[in-house]
């Protein structure tokens, strides 16, 4: 399983200042592996997650009352009574303390995203930490022996040494080949996995895109090509809808089964979405690395507090990872050096492909683009992805060197 995760060393590159980013010398990304432990080994790993949580708890609380949540000065404040009260290494309670620090950090941020029309109002309470939720390690709290597929990892009850754990053979490779950085453990569905960061260095960008394939994301069609591929159909938006109903219903009825097969299908739900966002940023740059061309997507940061929708729109428009899906195709693009632009979004929807008249007539229905001036008709999803294509390409010309050779003076 690959997660992407915004890497540290950076460099500029060609188009930068399209996705107002940087790209790195490597890409980060973090590979899970199962643990295989012993019933007497997945106790201590339960109680040492328990533990764990229970002092961030604790200390989220004094970070709630005394306002001290910067790690720096949470952790003078609080480390000495983490560390004795829950018997904790200074490793743990260090990282623990972090956890809490990072969680309002996280939490500030998301406010700070907010418009005036939802004000940010105050931390009514602490933030909270489920009893098994996952616990950050370093390399002095967890060691791999790599050739024999085990770790030792530290616990509340001491270090468990020599256990077992297993994965894809993609995944050992990488974890062989490029671990690097903290890992963590978490416990889910009755399963222990441990989630390793790795660094793959990435491949040379292609300097001279040959165009760039746009990609509309929206709610008929997940996402469609300018090349004239639309992901999604039918089947899918019947699977959602039914998803959305099944919930809706378990979460009337209220009752004690109920909540517990809304947690089971919860959970089927998200790995279908992640199965298929996998499957579609896969085919989306595989196409862009074989044609040579680089990937302009819509910058829809904040889409969700700008755009004003009816109740059954909100539900329809927020039931789709599309954040997901951006950041898969972003890392697996980077992984093969496809380039890739994040463009404008305003009004991609109403401008005509071929002339660029934007006109809110433009779309007389929702699968429907008829162009006012010059009579261009084409689906919609269609032509807004031709439209995020030009505009990624001009993007890229502007942000990139100038390829012209320098002039040469003879005297």
Known sequence: MHVFTQSDESHAFPGANACGRLASLFVKLVVRVKLLPSAEQAAALQATLEACNQAANHVSGI??????????????????????????????????????????????????????????????????????????????????????????????????????????????????????????????????????????????????????????????????????????????????????????????????SAKRRAKRHAGKEARRARDINHKISKHIVAEAQRTGRGIALEDLGGIRERVRLRKPQRVTMNSWAFGQLHAFITYKARRLGVPVVCVNPSYTSQECARCHHIDQRNRPSQAVFACRSCGFVEHADLNASHVIGQRGWWVWVCGAESQVPALTLIA
Do not use: C
């Open 63 to 256: 970070a709630h009352h005394t306002g001290v949540r910067r790690n720096r000065e949470l952790r003078a404040l609080v480390y000495t009574d983490v560390k004795n009260g829950w018997g904790l290494g200074a490793q743990a309670a260090q990282h623990v303390v972090k956890k809490v620090a990072d969680a309002y950090t996280a939490l500030r941020a998301r406010r700070r995203k907010t418009t005036a029309r939802r004000p940010h109002g105050t931390i009514s309470k602490p933030i909270g930490f489920r009893n098994d939720a996952a616990q950050t390690y370093d390399d002095r709290m967890l060691s791999w022996q790599l050739d024999q597929r085990t770790v030792s990892i530290w616990t509340t009850t001491g270090r468990m040494k020599r256990l077992a754990y297993t994965g894809g053979e993609e995944q050992l490779q990488l974890l062989q080949h490029y671990r690097q950085g903290e890992t963590d453990l978490l416990l889910r569905a009755g399963q222990w996995y441990l989630d390793a960061t790795i660094d793959v260095p990435e491949t040379p960008q292609n300097p001279q895109p040959q165009g760039f394939i746009g990609v509309d994301l929206g709610v008929a069609n997940i996402a469609t090509t300018s090349t004239g591929h639309r992901h999604s159909g039918r089947r899918l938006n019947r699977t959602r809808h039914n998803d959305r109903t099944l919930r809706t219903r378990l979460q009337r009825k209220g009752t004690r």
